[in-house]
């Protein structure tokens, strides 16, 4: 496992943009704990619920690259930005199940307010996200937190601080009801 800074992350960005579109598992700070993911494929996945010891039936969000992709894969309606932005100052960090186009199905989507984000919109592609600690154990706050197990799966982890330790507000769009 890499550990770098935030700063080094955007002084190379292309540089770890190709790794992430190669693959590359990062560990990083969101706006509430340590989180890990990639971009969706299907080897990012299988490291991840490996890290995690993750049960397969549980599910996974993103972070999505920016307003413009979620109103394009999903069904938000035009009031769309002013919504997330009410529901944000009344409940915090917030993970929306938005329903795909086209689809019943609900997705977990996240826009952080990290510097992470930045990453994920100039990669311009969604970026899996889960908390980075391992499935029922408590949420992963500072890198020390991780077993050398968890550290031989991750290829990058951005070291910044000790994070607050709380998970984002789950709600579910098509009905306002808070989940978690």
């Given amino acids: 496992m890499e550990v770098l800074k935030i700063s080094t992350l955007f002084e ?19 706006d509430t704990i340590y989180g ?24 996974y969000s993103i972070i999505a690259p920016s307003f413009g992709w979620i109103e394009a894969n999903f069904e938000v309606g035009k009031d769309f930005q002013a919504q997330r932005e009410r529901y944000r100052e009344a409940h915090g960090p917030l993970t929306l199940l938005l329903p795909l186009k086209d689809s019943k199905e609900l997705v977990g989507v996240r826009m952080i307010d990290h510097q992470m984000q930045q990453f994920v919109t100039q990669l311009a592609e969604p970026f899996i996200t889960t908390s980075a600690n391992i ?18 799966h991750i290829d990058f982890a951005i070291d910044t601080w000790e994070l607050k330790g709380s998970w984002s507000t789950i709600i579910n769009w098509k009905t306002g009801k808070k989940i978690r």
């Fill in 12 to 30: 190379n960005m292309s540089s770890y943009i190709k790794k992430a579109q190669n693959g590359a598992v990062f560990l990083y700070p969101t």
């Fill in 36 to 59: 890990l993911g990639g971009i969706v494929n299907t080897s990012v996945i299988k490291t991840i619920d490996q890290i995690k010891q993750r049960p397969a039936w549980k599910f």
């Fill in 135 to 152: 499935s029922w154990m408590p949420s992963i706050t500072h890198l020390d937190q991780l077993t050398s197990q968890q550290k031989k």
